[in-house]
């Protein structure tokens, strides 16, 4: 089985940064994508960001231009850089892969076990 582990959040004031960053326990066969979800109390779980095997990028548009995410490709990880964070960027930012843990096995989606970002002044 594969885990992910998701470091980096916290309490930050409006307008403040963040980097988290997420690293699988095992070295992948492949990795389709890497990604970060976050889920605010009371809502449904969105997507952030997500950057392909091949490093295409998709931003949410509530944050474009503010998050950056990138692969640790030697950790089999990801990373988001958070920027100009907003009251409303709280939530429980979670990291998510898709990929194959060797060859022979089918393609898997894993969660990391969620991180907290608070931002408030």
């Known amino acids: 089985q594969v885990q992910l582990v998701a470091s980096g959040g916290g309490l930050v004031q409006p307008g403040g940064s963040l980097k988290l960053s997420c690293v699988a326990s095992r070295s992948m066969f492949s990795i389709n994508a890497m990604g970060w979800y976050r889920q605010a109390p009371g809502k449904e779980r969105e997507l952030v960001a997500e950057?392909?095997?091949?490093?295409?990028?998709n931003y949410a548009d509530s944050v474009k231009g503010r998050f950056t995410i990138s692969r640790d490709n030697a950790k089999d990880g990801v990373n988001l850089q958070i920027n100009s964070l907003e009251p409303e960027d709280t939530a429980l930012y979670y990291c998510n892969l898709r990929g194959r843990l060797r060859s022979w096995t089918p393609t898997e989606t894993y969660w990391g076990q969620g991180t907290q970002v608070t931002v408030s002044s």
């Open positions: 950057i392909t095997g091949s490093g295409s990028t």
